[in-house]
């Protein structure tokens, strides 16, 4: 781990938190976006049994994974090589595309201003921009709670896992940051647009589903007790995600909004609509408090804390590095 490798993880840190993602240039989620709905159709449409559609998740989750990873590896090395400063003002955007802190947090906030005002129709088409259950009857409480599940959820997956990745990637300086970090980010995206259990995905977006799973969940772990820390109240915050997020279907998604409901005193979970088909949740949390703006303003704040722990780590091993291996050249 060197120094110019975490200072490039502090720039793409500020870039996503300042600025976010740019709304008019192409985003590399939505180029692994347009590789999935391409390859799923063709697969689909090929594909006619369970075996054949899981050969092919495979597949496609191989080359989307690997794939992404080696060109960013490449096109930062090509870069560099037109000039050095060029290659690192893209390694510091790329990197800063693979959190979504900012999108995260201007999502959130644009449906709470809708509800804000009292529109709460507004703040219902708003929201079903953001998540997949049916919103169109949802009242007020229902929308803060959805609101607050999708900020918690991906605090994990969105946030906090592609930063575990690009911190391993800058531990590795042969490989670096963002490949890794791209890497996982194209997981995430398989499992978003493929990974479930219904059809037309159930064979398809099993591989895809199973490997995001097991990405995440040391990333989730170490996130939860993250928060349990900072919380203040460890024990309590671990004895809670022990009795409530085991009994999530996710391995993953449960835990971060779990550890969430316990520290903010919420609960999370319960019935929910999709496509007209009522799906209940598994509860989370105990229900000591309402559900509120402010619940979800210090749900943000509290990724924010968390990720900024994690960034300062990493600075402080890289200089404890750094210094170790000025030393051990001097002595030499």
């Known amino acids: ?27 590399p989620v939505q180029v692994m976006g347009w590789f999935i709905s391409l390859f799923t ?3 689909l449409t090929y594909c006619h049994n369970s075996l054949t559609q899981r050969i092919a998740g495979i597949a496609i989750a191989i080359v989307l994974i690997i794939g992404s990873g080696t060109i960013g590896y490449f096109f930062i090395l090509v870069t560099k090589l037109l000039h050095p400063l060029l290659g690192i003002a893209m390694e510091c955007i790329l990197l800063a595309s693979c959190f979504a802190g900012r999108s995260l947090r201007d999502a959130a ?35 803060l709670r959805a609101i607050l599940e999708t900020v918690t959820e991906n605090a994990t997956d969105g946030v906090m896992a592609p930063l575990f990745y690009a911190i391993i990637g800058v531990l590795l300086p042969s490989l670096g940051s963002v490949p890794l970090a791209l890497a996982y980010k194209a997981s995430s995206t398989l499992d978003s647009m493929i990974g479930y259990p219904e059809a037309p995905y159930t064979y398809l977006g099993w591989f895809s589903a199973r490997l995001e799973d097991c990405l995440t969940w040391i990333p989730c ?24 997020a ?64 994690w960034l300062s780590i990493a600075c402080i091993v890289a200089v404890a590095k750094t210094t170790s291996a000025q030393k051990l050249m001097l002595q030499l």
Not at 283 to 299: E, V
Request: net charge positive; glycine share 6%; with cysteine.
């Open 221 to 244: 772990r170490l996130t939860v007790l993250t928060l349990a820390l900072i919380s203040g109240k460890p024990l309590y915050v671990w004895q809670i995600c022990r009795r409530d």
């Open 109 to 143: 906030r644009t449906v709470l201003q809708a509800l804000a005002t009292g529109n709460l129709s507004e703040a219902r088409l708003l929201l079903s921009h953001y998540v997949g259950r049916d919103t169109d009857k949802l009242t007020e409480s229902e929308i």
């Open 1 to 27: 781990m060197t120094i110019d490798s975490v200072v490039i993880l502090i720039i793409a840190a500020t870039i996503d938190y300042s600025i976010g993602d740019p709304r008019n240039l192409p985003h």
């Open 246 to 309: 085991i009994t999530d279907p996710s391995p993953n998604s449960g835990w971060s909004e779990c550890a969430y409901a316990a520290i903010l005193g919420v609960q999370l979970g319960g019935t929910n609509w999709y496509h007209g088909v009522a799906k209940h949740k598994p509860l989370l949390g105990d229900a000591k408090n309402p559900i509120t703006a402010n619940s979800i303003h210090h749900a943000l704040q509290l990724t924010r804390f968390c990720f900024l722990l």
């Open 41 to 43: 159709k063709f697969a």
